[in-house]
């Protein structure tokens, strides 16, 4: 019988942590392709800071911010979730994603430095960030960076990416100020 009772508290548990994982990504999701991340106006930081990290914290990475702005518009937020997606994809063995926003003269800049074994910047979004159609065409599994530097671009900024030993880093500059 005790078995029975501790495969069923096993199975509730699996239950529950897929269903709070797939609701971190449905939550993230919607921010940063959705509705919420076109609407106008000052986003809540610690409210995108803790939809980022439950989104995250579904994947192998761990994420930390220093965010040194009082302002943050929702389409700033939209920017950075966006390169989270693709630092995510960087980092196929886990590691850490050092998220940095600062207001400087030339505008905002949001970098992304993802550090951990094995850290990689894949050639189709590195195709991507420069406006290169993959060779193999868009799909799902290269459109993200595609879909960061539209976003960059409607701010105003520039975004790009590089690799060194174990780390990739991604940054936006000259970002406007909005909201």
Request: charged fraction near 25%; charge should be negative; glycine fraction near 10%.
């Amino acid at each position: 019988m005790i078995p029975a009772i501790w495969m069923k508290a096993q199975a509730q548990a699996l239950l529950e942590d897929g269903a709070e994982k797939a609701g971190a990504r449905i939550q993230f999701l919607r921010y940063a392709f959705g509705s919420i991340g076109l609407n106008s106006g000052a986003a809540d930081i610690h409210e995108a800071r803790k939809i980022t990290e439950n989104f995250v914290k579904s994947h192998r990475p761990s994420i930390e911010f220093d965010i040194q702005t009082d302002h943050l518009s929702f389409s700033h937020v939209r920017m950075m979730m966006n390169m989270v997606l693709m630092a995510v994809d960087s980092l196929p063995r886990g590691g850490v994603i050092s998220v940095r926003i600062r207001n400087e003269a030339g505008g905002m800049t949001i970098t992304l430095t993802c550090k951990g074994m094995r850290a990689k910047l894949r050639p189709d979004a590195l195709k991507a960030l420069t406006n290169e159609e993959p060779e193999d065409g868009w799909r799902p599994e290269n459109i993200q960076p595609l879909f960061a530097r539209m976003i960059c671009d409607g701010l105003g900024g520039e975004l790009t990416a590089s690799q060194g030993d174990e780390t990739v880093i991604f940054m936006a500059t000259g970002i406007r100020a909005e909201g």
